[in-house]
């Protein structure tokens, strides 16, 4: 779930009048397209948006931090909120099987009874904390600008991209792209890096498109 909190209205005419003063013109939304598709990104760091972030898990979670220019995050906290009953993301490969999914539930299960047990010994939550699985459903209030989002996009949205996070980036995408239609013509832009090339830097590819060397 991805709830948006603030967020800029009208990024682009905001970004044409920011680039209209570099070159001494009339300022309109246009400019902003102008800046996107000649390369200019930089005016793309004026507009952001704010959200909550909740139901991924704290592997996910971490992951964004990874994304550190255009960004400010905040995390809930292990040292100060009571996670004996936290949720957690069951992966599909682990669903749909089911003695994967026994196993699974049980290690969750253990973790979060053993979480009561030091509790109930009065160890300090910061210190239980170290117990709590990346699978843990976890929080973060994000703000983050357009640059940064066409940035993440291409990275996350890639095949070889973890799977939670590309999910979370196709609904955060959708969310965005709906505030008003200046975000969502930003948004269009929001393309996986070979997309954006017309080949792969990976390593090891999915095939989409061939190769930098091909």
């Known amino acids: 779930m991805i709830k948006v909190l603030d967020y800029t209205k009208n990024p682009l005419t905001l970004m044409g009048i920011c680039a209209s003063e570099c070159w001494g013109s009339k300022p309109s939304s246009q400019i902003g ?3 996107i598709e000649s390369g200019h990104h930089r005016v793309l760091e ?3 948006v704010t959200v909550l972030i909740d139901n991924y ?3 996910v979670i971490r992951e964004i931090y990874t994304h550190i220019v255009g960004t400010t995050r905040l995390q809930s906290s292990t040292r100060y909120i009571k996670y004996g009953e936290f949720d957690y993301i069951v992966p599909e490969s682990i669903y ?3 003695s994967a999914s026994t196993i699974y539930h ?10 009561k047990q030091l509790e109930d010994m009065n160890i300090p939550k910061e210190d239980i904390a170290n117990i709590l699985p990346l699978g843990m459903e976890s929080k973060m209030v994000l703000k983050i600008n357009a640059r940064a989002i066409l940035h993440m996009a291409e990275v996350r949205l890639c095949n070889r991209a973890y799977w939670e996070f590309r999910k979370f980036m196709k609904e955060f995408l959708d969310v965005v792209s709906k505030l008003d239609s200046e975000w969502g013509k ?4 929001a393309k996986v890096k070979c997309e954006v090339k017309g080949y792969c830097e990976e390593q090891h590819s999915c095939g989409m498109y061939p190769k930098k060397e091909e």
């Not at 049980?106 to 979480?115: C, P």
């Open 33 to 35: 397209i102008d800046c």
């Open 46 to 48: 004026y507009p952001e």
């Open 57 to 59: 898990s704290a592997r």
């Open 96 to 98: 749909n099987n089911q």
């Open 106 to 115: 049980s290690i969750m299960r253990n973790i979060q009874n053993a979480y």
């Open 186 to 189: 930003i948004i269009s832009y």
